[in-house]
């Protein structure tokens, strides 16, 4: 943690908003690549996986996903949350290449795998058509051997293609959200 309390309290408040962030993306998961990964399994399994979930909102809200994907009134309301992550991260950058200033910190840390989930599956533009800042910190973010320490041993670039190819049919092909990208 940072040694100042004002950027101790930054670090601490970008760990907050990775909590919206990761119910955004997840509902960009579930609409997209889970979506197609479920709707394979027979009724009864799918009943099950609804059934060892204790969360009911949770359960409604992923039954609805896996129903209508895309289409489904979750997805714009995440799209737009995550486009203000952009913009929030953005205008954090305008004081160094790092969210806490010139270094890559544990803030930076917080964030970096709900962009990377966005780029799998195919939604990088919600930042690089309109923040070039965030552009370039994905960017340094993609080339420190700790991401590919992380990520290799769950995804390999076929994987991670296929997933990206999902994601852009669901979302980028039809057009229905270029408001965002």
Known sequence: MPADPVDRAWTRTWGVYTLEYHDSVNTLTFSSYQRQMLLAKSPEDLEARWQSI??????RKLKDLVANGADSDYVPVALGKLARMCAEMDAALAHGDWLMGDQYSL???????????????????LWETRYPRTTAWFARVSQRPSLAAAT????????????????????????????YL
């Open 54 to 59: 204790p969360d009911p909102i949770k359960v």
């Open 152 to 179: 290799a041993p769950w995804l390999d670039e076929n994987e991670i293609e296929r997933i990206r190819a999902i994601g852009t049919d669901t979302f980028v092909a039809g057009g229905q959200f270029s408001s």
């Open 107 to 125: 803030a930076d840390a917080l964030v970096t795998p709900y962009f990377y989930r966005i780029d799998c599956i195919g939604l990088s533009g």
